[in-house]
């Protein structure tokens, strides 16, 4: 072999070997953007997607990710908070603070600090609401038990005696102690206990190594933290006549957004439908223009409080209450679908505020 020849060998086996070396080194594809598990509580699905991403790069400026493990057992730390918020807070569990208020006692005395601050900030929702949401509206919402399978419709008599019991005011607090003015008032955190342990799960999550995320949980979203791209989430609303579709979006960082609407837990007796949401002073299913309403709040309690509560006013409560909370710690924008299906928005949502009506995709015509 003449020297040109070795040459050209040596350099097709080196341009083989940068070629392997190049292969071995080739990046990985980096994983989905979030890591998502899904758990059952509070009678629920609440679904967590956390970041992998960590936010660090290596020395060669590639991303760093958090390890599956880890997120996986932050996860799991959510799942048991909430757990131990359901035991607590639940009308329905034999054993927890809330069944044990409803018996027919009328003083409680060294409870649950945590559980008798929350009864005493949903007093104070009840009375700025004028009762549209009140905690006390337990004997209404074990009469009618819309979601067991023989729910029927009460007599007007029944319906009459549970109204008699319901009455935020009849709810007194005082240091560790709670006194019941009247026996058979019955306390019902359902508008309001799942919006509680939200917050609580994103303060959890605000306090883990994860840099940003979103949680389902029924019917309130919760999101901490700033994705990298848009900064935002987008929190998609479903549409009440068609909950196949969406009527829009919300956008919403370090923020919560609770949706009342009775699409999904209703049952129907003689062609009527019969919603879970009561008006507390009927004792019957709330029946407005509104249809549907989510509503954004910084404080995931008031959020699930304040959609019920507007769910039962209707728009034109919802236009009172919005001026009256209007700088206070309890303001809120909300987004309400009416009975014609059109949209109705609170001033800090219109035009360019945060909401992106949908709109149907233009199909194209074949030739």
């Not at 919560?256 to 999904?264: H, I, L, M, T």
């Not at 009256?324 to 109705?344: I, K, N």
């Amino acid at each position: 072999m003449n020297m040109l020849k070795r040459i050209s060998a040596l350099i097709l086996s080196f341009i083989t070997l940068i070629s392997l070396v190049s292969c071995g080194k080739e990046k990985e594809p980096e994983p989905e953007e979030y890591y998502s598990a899904t758990f059952f509580a509070m009678d629920t699905e609440i679904t967590v997607k956390l970041a992998r991403r960590t936010g660090e790069t290596d020395e060669d400026e590639n991303a760093l990710f958090h390890d599956e493990a880890y997120l996986s057992s932050v996860i799991k730390e959510c799942a048991n908070l909430v757990s131990e918020y359901e035991s607590a807070l639940s009308r329905t569990k034999e054993d927890s603070v809330i069944s044990e208020i409803n018996k027919e006692t009328d003083y409680f005395f060294d409870l649950d600090p945590e559980v008798l601050a929350l009864i005493k900030e949903s007093n104070e929702i009840s009375e700025l609401t004028a009762g549209a949401f009140d905690v006390t509206v337990g004997t209404v919402t074990e009469l009618w038990n819309v979601t067991s399978d023989g729910a029927d419709v009460p007599s007007d008599e029944s319906i009459e005696e549970a109204v008699s019991h319901v009455g935020y005011e009849k709810i007194e607090t005082d240091g560790a102690t709670l006194r019941k003015t009247d026996r058979k008032t019955k306390i019902d955190l359902g508008a309001i206990g799942k919006g509680y342990a939200l917050g609580k799960m994103i303060d959890h999550l605000r306090a883990s190594d994860v840099d940003y995320g979103i949680v389902s949980f029924g019917g309130n979203v919760g999101a901490f933290g700033k994705k990298p791209t848009t900064g935002k989430f987008k929190v998609a609303i479903t549409n009440a006549l068609d909950t196949s579709k969406v009527i829009g979006y919300v956008f919403v960082d370090d923020e919560f957004v609770s949706v009342s609407a009775d699409y999904e837990r209703n049952f129907v007796k003689d062609g009527v439908v019969y919603g879970h949401i009561f008006d507390p002073e009927t004792g019957r299913p709330a029946k407005s223009d509104v249809i549907s309403v989510a509503v954004l709040s910084e404080n995931s309690a008031y959020a699930d409080a304040l959609s019920t509560a507007l769910f039962v006013l209707g728009t034109d409560g919802i236009k009172d209450l919005y001026k009256a909370l209007a700088g206070t710690d309890v303001a809120f924008e909300a987004v309400a679908q009416l009975e014609d299906g059109s949209v109705y928005l609170t001033e800090g949502l219109s035009g360019d505020g945060g909401f992106e009506e949908y709109k149907e995709p233009e199909t194209t015509a074949e030739s």
